[in-house]
Structures are given as C-alpha cells and as structure tokens.
C-alpha cells in the first residue's frame, strides 16, 4: 500500500509496509484488503449458528461491537516507520476481526430487516439494510476525500477514528430493536434446530451454491469498480484521482437510492428478472468500463462508476435481500444466507488482486475478463434458481393482504413463506 490514503479505506503502504517495487506494493496493499474477506465466511458461520439457535438481535449488536472496536484501533496503530514489522501484522490482526465481524453481522441484518416486514414488501424491506452499504461508503468516501486535505498521519487516522461516532449511532438503534417474530414463532413452536449450521450444510448445500454464484457477481461487480478501478486511474492518471473519489461518492449516493428502487421492484414483478437484468448489464459492461477509463476524460471515467457502482451494483443488491434469504426456511435462514454470502465475499475480496495481477499481465483486457467472468458465473446462478416471489405467490398474497386489514390478520401473514 502507497501513499498517504491506500485503496479499500485502508491507510497507504508507506505507512504499514517498507518501500517496495510498485507493482509489488498494489499487491501487498490488496492481499491486506482480502485477508478481511477470508475472515467473513468463519465469521458468517458463527453468527448464522447463533441467529438461528438463541436469536438475530444477540448477534447483531455483538458483531457491531467487534467491527467499531476494530475498525476505531486501525486509526490507532503505529506505523512502520515505530514498530517496524509490527505494524504490517497488527492491521492484519484487526482486518481479520473486522472480517470475522462483518461475517457474521450482514446476514442477521438482513434477516431480521426480512422477517419483520410483511410478505408483499418483504422485497422493499431486505433492501434497505442493503441500501446502508452505498450509504457507507459514501459517508467513507466523502470523509477520505475531506481527509486528503489535513496534515501527517492525521490525513488517515482521521477517518478510522470518526467510525467511533456511526458505531455508537448504530448501537443505541440496534439496542432497541425487538427480536425477529418469526424467529420467536419458530422457537416457540420448538422448530429451531439445535445445530442450524450442520442441518443447513447436510439439507441446504444446494442452495448454498446457488447463494455464492448469486453472490459472486455482486462482490466482484463492487470491488473490481470502486476498489481496483481507482487504483488503476490513480496510477495512470493521478491528477484524476480526486475526481474519481467524488465520482465514487456521487455514485454511492444514486446508489443508496437505487437499491431500495430494486427491492421494491422485486415485489411487483418477482427477484429473477431484476437479478437477471442486472447480470446482463455486468456482462455487456465489462470491457467498456475500461475502454472508457482509458479515455481519461472525466465526464467518462465518471460514468464509469454512475454506472458500475450507482446502477449495475446497486440493482443487485437491492435484489439479494429477499431472494437469497428465500433460499432457506426459518429455522436455518441466518445460517445458510451468511454462510454462502461470505464464502462469495471471500472470493471477491481478492477481485482487486486477481485484477492487478492480470493487468500485469495482460494489461487491461486482463481485468475485463475478470469481471465478464464473474458476470456469467452470476447468470448462470441466476437461471438455475427457482424464482421465490412469482405471479401467482405474489396474486396470493395479495388476496389475503386485501382481506387481512386487522392487526392479528398482519401478523399472521409475517408467518407465511413464499411457497409455504
């Protein structure tokens, strides 16, 4: 990692790392990106066994505990030039909690944003835990981009420590949520497995794969735009980088909205057509994200990422909430959506170091492929998953939307699954 800002949200190489060849430094800076990512399906597993077996709400304050206390240290550490190789190993000993904790946070977020909504806006509702990413990372975004003006190591330390203020935000909202009632349904009818983990893996496998390949194009579709692709206009084109920056931000902005569009969408007119739209526009955008960044022309590298970011990524997130969290029932739902979403994330966490190493060698049609790659294998995951919010699940529960108007009527409509 070089620089004062290193890619990812991840303090530069010459902070945590000796001077090193160029090429050999975008490497060392995104193998400590990934290891996070190696971390997240350990961490999915942990926190999908719990969700399902003592509860959502538990795991999820727990998880946001670990990630704010990691995240607030990595503003801390000392750099290479104090501690010497010290520094390199303790930013990756709290990547790998932070891995660890995202792990297993984002799927019980989901899943309880899902089971608290009612089955015609199931869509909408997975989506706006979904619509808290591009939020993020424009707050992030905006806030390295402020950072880049102060002074010293202050420049990146900044940003890490200010994460103190969302964590404590997040944890007084989180502190008054009430449990998950289908969850609650579900352990008071005794129909909790006493290990969800080992009864996903022996009974869902299936829909585990279907959950990576779903899941792979998404990670990939991310990392390779707004975590690779501004290495790559910064190295080229370094005058362009705070451009790309404010476009990185402009576009999680659109995305914040965009995502929640998607999910609401899937419950007009089912989750396979938007996956399968999003899809299509990765795979026929793959090669001219990078004709287009080649231009260096602004207005084009900055729709590059309106496109990348706020259009194509955020269809598919908006799209994931619900349609991989109908893969499993209640009593295995954390288990299986965590574990399949991480080992995907863990796999996309190195879509910028596969992508740097294939531009080394083969220059950028290199990165292209990996992208159109990613792209097909999330078609192909897309086409061979049963669509869970078709016409007819959607005219049924329509009708009883229409004929349920008493509150016990709404509640027992929580407890209907898609199919079920």
């Known amino acids: 990692m070089r620089g004062r800002c290193g890619r990812g949200g991840l303090p ?10 160029r090429f050999v430094g975008t490497l060392l800076s995104f193998a400590t990106l990934a290891v996070g990512f190696v971390m997240r399906p350990l961490g999915g597993a942990i926190g999908g ?16 505990l670990v990630m704010g206390a990691a995240t607030f240290l990595i503003g801390a550490l000392p750099t290479y030039e104090q501690v010497g190789v010290l520094a390199p190993i303790l930013l990756v000993a709290l990547r790998m909690l932070q891995g660890l904790a995202f792990g297993a946070e984002s799927g019980g977020a989901i899943t309880m944003a899902y089971e608290h909504a009612p089955w015609h806006r199931r869509g909408m509702f997975a989506a706006i835990p979904q619509s808290g990413n591009p939020l993020g990372i424009a707050l992030a975004s905006g806030v390295f981009a402020w950072s880049d003006t102060l002074g010293g190591s202050w420049q990146w330390r900044t940003p890490f420590l200010l994460s103190a203020v969302l964590v404590i935000v997040a944890l007084i909202v989180r502190s008054r949520l009430s449990e998950s009632p289908e969850f609650e349904a579900a352990q008071a009818g005794g129909k909790t497995e006493k ?15 279907r959950v990576i390949a779903l899941r792979v194009v998404e990670s990939f579709a991310y990392y ?24 990185i931000t402009a576009a999680s902005v659109l995305a914040i909205a965009v995502t929640f569009l998607a999910g609401a969408l899937t419950d007009r007119i089912g989750r396979r057509p938007v996956y399968i739209a999003g899809c299509t526009a990765a795979i026929l955008f793959a090669f001219p994200m990078y004709l287009l960044t080649n231009s260096a022309q602004p207005a084009l590298v900055v729709t590059v990422f309106i496109i990348g970011i706020g259009l194509i990524h955020a269809s598919l997130t908006g ?30 966490g190195f879509a910028p170091l596969l992508a740097a190493a294939l531009v080394g060698a083969f220059g950028w049609p290199g990165a292209a492929l990996l992208y159109l790659g ?3 294998i999330g078609l192909v995951g897309i086409l061979a998953t049963k669509e869970t919010w078709g016409r007819h699940e959607r005219e049924r529960v329509l009708r009883l939307v229409a004929e349920a108007r008493s509150g016990p ?7 209907v699954s898609p199919g079920q």
Request: proline share 5%; net charge positive; charged share 15%.
């Open 374 to 376: 990613a792209a097909l």
């Open 224 to 247: 390779s735009t707004a975590t690779y692709l501004l290495n790559y206009i910064t190295e080229r084109h370094p005058d362009l980088r705070p451009l790309a920056l404010g476009a």
């Open 319 to 348: 799209t994931q909430g619900s349609l991989l969290t109908e893969q499993f029932r209640t009593a295995t739902r954390t288990s299986g959506a965590s574990l399949g979403y991480q080992i995907a994330a863990a796999v996309g």
């Open 12 to 21: 530069g190489g010459a902070v945590f790392f000796p001077e090193s060849d």
């Open 409 to 415: 009527a709404d509640r027992c409509l929580r407890q």
């Open 195 to 209: 290990n969800p983990l080992l009864a996903t893996l022996a009974g869902d496998w299936r829909a585990i794969l």
């Open 49 to 64: 066994y719990f969700a399902d077996k003592v509860g959502r709400k538990p795991v999820l304050v727990t998880a946001m």
